[in-house]
């Protein structure tokens, strides 16, 4: 597989996203999240989606000239309008909103409404946790997973991210979605020809599978049973109810071409420790925990192997399937 350096696999997503009609400010906020994501390991959220948000660029899926816009903001609640375009300026713009407002208010609130797919959650935490501050994000997206007793794909995988800054060190940096497994995981079976696990998926018609591909026209099982369909219905309606956003079952899948505007909502959650018991006594808390934590030797702290992969990728590059590499330079013209 060829390999590139993170910045040249940037810009060579920022040039495939202006071609197929990003705006600069859209395309560079998009690949660097994307190039991000690459860089710990998360390829189905890297640069392996830029031919999916091109072709909802050039279909009309994403508006690739919309301007986030904050619409209705009151004391730490905010809400900022993707205008349907790629979600990423939005969810930044959200960010540093949730961020200026917890230092004045102690705790914030952002949502945004008519957005789209907006990749690794906790990405858009990076500069919450730069901040001093504690940061949840949520997201929803296109219908894959049923409610508790269901069979239909309604929720989202509705993903969740927390941060939570040290004194020194890494912040602790949290990130899952709600389905058992990652869907890409149900993809990569399909394209290998092997049979899935019983608990992972639902067909189309509700029963349990092992065939991966009638799992992907069916439903992904959220993890933990009824507890996990709870949860996505939490993050379902903390961004769709609360913003107007669009609920997963009225959204299009994001592996389809053709299809509506997703709509989807995503909301951000940010706190100023000096606003509660103050900074010191924050920081001292979380170190005693993670001082208790790794007295065990195969406690492992949320966010180190990714950070670990980010600092290899960027001096030994990162590695790109050839049809994938081909593809972006196709785009990028």
């Known amino acids: 597989m060829p390999k ?16 197929a009609g990003a705006s600069e400010a859209m395309a560079t906020a998009t690949a660097q999240a994307l190039v991000d994501a690459d860089c710990q390991g998360l390829a189905s959220h890297g640069v392996s989606r830029v031919p999916q948000y091109a072709t909802h660029l050039a279909n009309g899926r ?12 009151r004391g730490g609640a905010v809400l900022v309008d993707a205008g349907c375009g790629l979600a990423f300026p939005a969810c930044a713009l959200a960010v540093t909103e949730a961020i200026g407002r917890a230092r004045e208010y102690g705790v914030a609130f952002t949502g945004v409404t008519n957005s789209h797919h907006f990749g690794v959650a906790a990405y858009h935490l990076g500069p919450v946790a730069q901040a001093g501050m504690v940061g949840l994000a949520f997201g929803n997206s296109p ?26 060190g890494l912040p602790l940096t949290i990130d899952l979605s709600l389905s058992e497994v990652a869907r890409g995981k149900v993809m990569v079976a399909a394209k290998e020809g092997r049979a899935i696990p019983t608990g ?4 189309r018609t509700g029963a349990p599978t092992t065939d991966p591909n009638a799992a992907l026209e069916g439903s992904m099982l959220p993890m933990g049973g009824a507890k996990g369909a709870m949860l996505a219905l939490i993050v379902e309606l903390l961004v769709t109810a609360l913003t107007g956003a669009a609920m997963g079952f009225e959204a299009s899948s994001f592996f389809v071409d053709e299809g509506n505007r997703p709509r989807i909502g995503q909301a951000f ?13 924050y920081l001292d808390r979380i170190e005693t925990l993670i001082a208790e934590m790794t007295k065990e030797p195969g406690v492992r702290l949320p966010g180190a192997r990714r950070d670990a992969l980010s600092r290899r990728a960027r001096t030994e590059g990162i590695e790109v399937p050839q049809a994938l590499a081909d593809k972006l330079r196709s785009l990028a013209g």
Request: glycine share 8%; charged share 25%.
């Open 62 to 73: 994403a508006d690739g000239q919309a301007v986030a816009r904050i619409v209705k903001a």
């Open 269 to 281: 959650l940010v706190v100023d420790p000096d606003a509660l018991a103050g900074r010191d006594v």
């Open 200 to 203: 992972w998926a639902l067909d």
């Open 4 to 19: 590139f350096a993170p910045e040249a696999l940037n810009d060579l997503a920022t040039r495939a996203l202006r071609r």
């Open 143 to 168: 219908a894959a997973m049923p409610a508790a007793g269901g069979g239909r794909p309604i929720f989202g995988t509705n993903p969740i991210a927390a941060v939570f800054p040290r004194r020194e």
